[in-house]
C-alpha cells in the first residue's frame, strides 16, 4: 500500500495538469491576499480619516449657528456609528493580516484552499487524472499490478490528498513572502495577535484543513471512479459542491449540512474579506462542530461503500 500511495503521489507531482492547476491556485491565492490586504487597509485609513474629520467638519464657515449646534449634537450619533464600521473593518483587517505573518500565511491559505475554488482544484484533478485513467485505459496496468480496486482508489485519494498538502505548503510560503516582503510595509494592518495565539489559530485551522482535504479527496476520487469519465466527473462534482454551498445557509439544518460543519471546522466567518464571496455564511448552532461533522463523515463513508458494492457487480458480471 505505502508503496502504491508513492507511486501515485510521484506520478501527481509531475503531472502536467496537476502542475498547471497548483500554478494557477498559487498565483490565485497570491492575488486574492493582495486584493485582502489592499481592500482592509484602504477601508480602515480611510474610517480613521473620516473619524478625524468630524470635529473639523462642525466648525466649517459655511455652518451657520444653529447648523453648528445641528452639528454638534449629531457628532456623537455619527461617531458611534463610524466606530461600529470601524470595528468590523479592523475584524476584516486582522484576518487580512495573517497573510502578512510567516505562520498565519498558512491559515489563511488553509482557508482558501478549503473554499470553493481550492476544492474546485481537487475534482478537477480527480476527474481528469482519475476518471482520465477509465476513459483513456491506462487503468489497466494498475489493475494489473493491484488487482483489489479499493486499495487501488485508496491511494488515488491518499496521492490527491498529499498533493493537496503540498500545495498548500508552497502556496502558504509564496503568500507570506508576499505579506512580509511588500504587503506589510504597503498595507499596514492590525497585528493577528501574539505569536502564541497565531500558532493555536494555524494549528487548530490546519488540522481541520487537512481534515476537509482528505474528504474532498475522497469524494472527488469516488466520483471519478463511479462515473469513469473525465467531464461528466468534473460537472458531478462541481453541482455537488454548488449544492453544498448553498446548503450551508438552510434556516436550523444547515449548520448539520456538509457545507455548514464543514465552514464551521475550518472557522469561516463573517468578516472574511475573501472566501465569503465562495462560501455562504452558517446558522449559528450550539452543537460542538465535531459533532456535526459526523453525518458528513458517514456520508463519504456510504459513497466508498456504494462504490465498492458497484465495482463488485461489475466485477462479477
Given amino acids: 500500500m505505502n508503496r502504491l500511495v508513492r507511486a501515485e503521489t510521484r506520478r501527481l507531482l509531475r503531472h502536467p495538469l496537476a502542475l498547471t492547476l497548483a500554478a494557477l491556485f498559487v498565483f490565485g491565492s497570491l492575488y486574492c491576499a493582495w486584493v485582502s490586504q489592499n481592500v482592509a487597509s484602504h477601508n480602515l485609513r480611510q474610517v480613521q480619516d473620516n473619524l478625524d474629520f468630524l470635529p473639523a467638519s462642525c466648525e466649517s464657515a459655511l455652518n ?48 482558501l484552499l478549503t473554499s470553493v475554488p481550492g476544492l474546485a482544484v481537487l475534482v478537477m484533478l480527480a476527474a481528469f487524472s482519475v476518471a482520465g485513467e477509465w476513459s483513456r485505459g491506462s487503468i489497466v496496468p494498475l489493475l494489473l499490478y493491484e488487482s483489489r ?26 503568500t507570506a513572502a508576499f505579506g512580509l516582503l511588500y504587503g506589510r510595509g504597503a498595507y499596514p494592518l492590525p497585528s493577528p495577535g501574539a505569536l502564541g495565539t497565531v500558532l493555536a489559530d494555524t494549528g487548530l485551522g490546519v488540522l481541520a484543513g487537512g481534515a476537509v482535504l482528505a474528504g474532498g479527496a475522497a469524494v472527488a476520487v469516488a466520483l471519478g471512479a463511479l462515473l469513469r469519465h473525465p467531464m461528466r466527473t468534473f460537472l458531478a462534482g462541481m453541482l455537488l459542491l454548488v449544492l453544498v454551498v448553498h446548503t450551508s445557509a438552510v434556516p436550523g439544518l444547515g449548520a448539520w449540512l456538509p457545507g455548514g460543519a464543514l465552514a464551521d471546522l475550518v472557522g469561516f466567518g463573517a468578516v472574511d474579506g475573501v472566501w465569503d464571496h465562495f462560501w455562504i455564511s452558517t446558522d449559528p448552532s450550539t452543537a460542538p462542530v465535531l459533532l456535526r461533522v459526523l453525518p458528513t463523515v458517514v456520508l463519504i463513508g456510504l459513497l466508498w461503500l456504494w462504490l465498492g458494492r458497484i465495482d463488485r457487480t461489475r466485477d462479477r458480471a
Avoid at 454638534?72 to 461600529?84: C, F, K, W
Avoid at 479499493?150 to 510560503?173: E, F, H, N, Q
Fill in 64 to 111: 451657520t449657528p444653529d447648523q453648528k449646534a445641528r452639528c454638534l449634537a449629531d457628532l456623537p450619533h455619527q461617531v458611534t456609528a463610524l466606530e461600529r464600521i470601524q470595528d468590523r473593518f479592523t475584524a476584516e483587517g486582522v484576518r487580512a493580516a495573517y497573510a502578512q505573518h510567516p505562520v498565519g500565511a498558512l491559515l489563511w491559505t488553509v482557508r
Fill in 149 to 174: 480496486i479499493g486499495r487501488l482508489l485508496a491511494a488515488k485519494a491518499l496521492a490527491v490528498w498529499v498533493w493537496s498538502l503540498t500545495l498548500l505548503a508552497v502556496s502558504a510560503a509564496v
